[in-house]
């Protein structure tokens, strides 16, 4: 009787057939890359094409969108009509619609495949709709609630960029008209250069204004500087206390720091538990008394839970570099970075700012 015995792994992986003397009776092709085949999920395939999920691990959001309601919407069903109050963004998976601004038969304005949304504009607006949104196809639709798209902008603020990219796509085809809509695309600009945790600026803010403070510092001869500052055993903190606990810790170091640098500087959330803060027109011992400045006003800062239950304070090592005449924007961050390990190494809670 012949048995199964397996030739290859992975997926060119073929079985044979033997009989007890080892003659090949029959090669069977392997179930697992037609089971694949037959099996694509439409709703990844549409996430993997959206323009809202473009350049993040949309991976991420998968569980969420997989537990949003669905709607079906049939050739020339009319899913939004102008005037009508709108809660929810309807992202398609499967289908096409079409949008129309007079009516539901006129010439559409724009076609919507798969993986595009329609009714995002009414929510971050706070407008009613202003256009027919119309079945174009038979549709499927995955509908997801105002509040779990600004929970998607919090923890992931490129969603915010996207939305802007989305939106000015609007203002091309001549939709977006009015001055409250044209503000809502200088609210969506300002959330996309803001860390949705702490309310400060993001890495993409910070990497534009180092350019602009060292294009400054050329220009009137005056020095500028950049610290890098990290949290000290803060992956420890996290595992005592939780992870919420961390971003409380967290969201009160971002306070500390717009607190404590001047009106002319600026600050951002460099990423993870790094932070970064840039001064202008400063001299090395500036720079360094504001530096200590902000790692003692960090250890002293009350830190709470979100009901109000003290937590331990922490503490900061901060990396400082000052430019010169030739500096450039990464090599000013490479010796910030490297005097940040050095204050890490020598016995963190400190500054160092050691030439590079």
């Excluded at 809202?52 to 899913?79: G, K, P, T």
């Excluded at 008209?177 to 959330?191: A, I, W």
């Excluded at 570099?321 to 450039?328: C, F, I, Q, W």
């Amino acid at each position: 009787m012949g048995s199964m015995v397996p030739l290859f792994k992975g997926d060119r992986e073929k079985t044979i057939i033997a009989d007890s003397v080892g003659a090949v009776i029959k090669i069977q092709p392997p179930m697992c890359r037609r089971y694949r085949e037959n099996t694509v999920n439409p709703l990844e395939t549409a996430v993997n094409r959206s323009k809202i999920f473009q350049d993040i691990d949309w991976e991420l959001f998968m569980d969420d969108l997989r537990s949003c309601s669905r709607r079906i919407v049939e050739e020339d069903e009319i899913l939004i009509r102008p005037g009508q109050e709108n809660h929810s963004v309807y992202f398609l998976v499967t289908g096409s619609l079409s949008i129309h601004l007079e009516k539901p038969k006129s010439d559409p304005i724009r076609i919507v495949h798969p993986g595009e949304t329609v009714g995002e504009l009414s929510i971050i607006a706070s407008t009613h709709s202003s256009a027919y949104v119309v079945g174009r196809e038979r549709a499927e639709l995955v509908v997801i609630d105002q509040s779990l798209l600004w929970d998607f902008v919090d923890r992931e603020p490129r969603i915010a960029c996207n939305l802007l990219l989305i939106l000015s796509g609007w203002v091309i085809t001549g939709n977006v008209q009015t001055g409250k809509q044209m503000r809502t695309l200088e609210t969506l600009q300002g959330l996309a250069r803001m860390d949705g945790l702490t309310g400060i600026y993001n890495r993409r803010s910070f990497d534009e204004m180092l350019k602009r403070f060292l294009t400054r510092s050329m220009r009137t001869g005056h020095p500028m500087a950049l610290v890098l500052l990290d949290v000290d055993y803060f992956k420890r903190f996290n595992d005592t206390h939780g992870h919420q606990a961390g971003d409380q810790a967290l969201i009160a170091l971002a306070r500390v720091l717009n607190d404590s640098i001047r009106p002319s500087d600026f600050a951002a959330r460099y990423g993870g538990e790094e932070f970064a803060f840039l001064l202008a027109d400063t001299s090395l011992e500036e720079a360094v008394m504001i530096a200590e400045r902000v790692r003692k006003a960090v250890m002293e800062a009350k830190i709470t839970t979100r009901d109000a239950q003290p937590l331990p304070s922490i503490t900061i090592s901060l990396g400082l570099a000052l430019s010169r005449s030739d500096s450039t924007a990464e090599g000013l961050i490479k010796i910030a970075d490297q005097n940040l390990y050095r204050a890490k190494q020598s016995g963190r809670n400190r500054c160092c700012h050691l030439e590079g």
